[in-house]
């Protein structure tokens, strides 16, 4: 009798990505804390999906992570009984485009986030906040944020704050560039 070792079986099957696919909404109490859940549930919805490397899922992770905080911090999420959903959809087959949408405007700040632009050198070495969007700025392909209701009299009532990422061709990841 002879011994054939078996190849070896992958840990997972990717599954391709296609224009339209969506995730399930996540909906999360505004703590901070909860942003644990966030980034393990988004590593969970990706964790399949072809074209995804590991260094771009955890980009993917960080910027929900930012984001998330950023609607913990400047919104009504962060008040008591305050929420933020995060949303996951692919527009392309390889675009995937992240979402997390706040409660709406604080009564004393507006719900509108802002990159930092007016710092000495000094000032940024020393800051301890503000640098979330500039860490999406760098790492997605594009952002932005948009009322969660485009009419007038619904001002306020939240704002998402969204991230594209470009997936890479696994064509040419799978038969090395050919």
Same mark, same amino acid.
């Given at each position: 009798?002879?011994?054939?070792?078996? !190849?070896p079986?992958?840990?997972?099957?990717?599954?391709?990505?296609?224009?339209?696919?969506?995730w !399930?909404c996540?909906v999360?109490?505004?703590?901070?804390?909860? =942003?644990?859940?966030?980034?393990?549930?988004?590593?969970?919805?990706?964790?399949?999906?072809?074209?995804?490397?590991?260094?771009?899922?955890?980009?993917?992770?960080?910027? =929900? /992570?930012?984001?998330?905080?950023?609607?913990? %911090?400047? #919104?009504? /999420?962060?008040?008591?009984?305050?929420? @933020?959903?995060r949303?996951? /959809?692919? !527009?392309?087959?390889?675009?995937?485009?992240? #979402?997390v949408i $706040?409660?709406?405007?604080? @009564?004393?700040?507006?719900s509108?986030?802002?990159?930092?632009?007016?710092?000495?050198?000094?000032?940024?070495?020393?800051?301890?906040?503000?640098?979330?969007l500039?860490?999406? $700025?760098?790492?997605?392909?594009?952002?932005?944020?948009? %009322?969660v209701?485009?009419?007038?009299?619904?001002q306020?009532?939240?704002?998402a704050?969204?991230?594209?990422?470009?997936?890479?061709?696994s064509t @040419?990841? /799978?038969?090395?560039?050919?």
């Amino acid at each position: 009798m002879t011994i054939v070792p078996r !190849p070896p079986v992958p840990f997972h099957t990717p599954t391709p990505g296609f224009a339209g696919r969506r995730w !399930p909404c996540r909906v999360y109490p505004g703590d901070p804390a909860q =942003a644990v859940w966030v980034r393990k549930d988004l590593r969970a919805d990706l964790y399949r999906l072809e074209g995804l490397g590991p260094d771009l899922a955890e980009t993917v992770v960080l910027c =929900a /992570s930012e984001m998330f905080a950023n609607a913990c %911090a400047h #919104s009504r /999420s962060g008040e008591p009984g305050g929420r @933020a959903v995060r949303t996951l /959809s692919m !527009p392309t087959a390889h675009t995937l485009h992240l #979402s997390v949408i $706040d409660n709406g405007a604080q @009564a004393t700040a507006p719900s509108r986030p802002q990159i930092p632009h007016r710092r000495t050198v000094k000032e940024w070495e020393e800051a301890e906040r503000g640098r979330g969007l500039l860490i999406i $700025d760098a790492l997605a392909t594009s952002w932005g944020t948009r %009322a969660v209701v485009d009419f007038p009299l619904c001002q306020g009532l939240g704002r998402a704050v969204w991230a594209d990422f470009t997936l890479t061709d696994s064509t @040419a990841t /799978s038969n090395g560039g050919a």
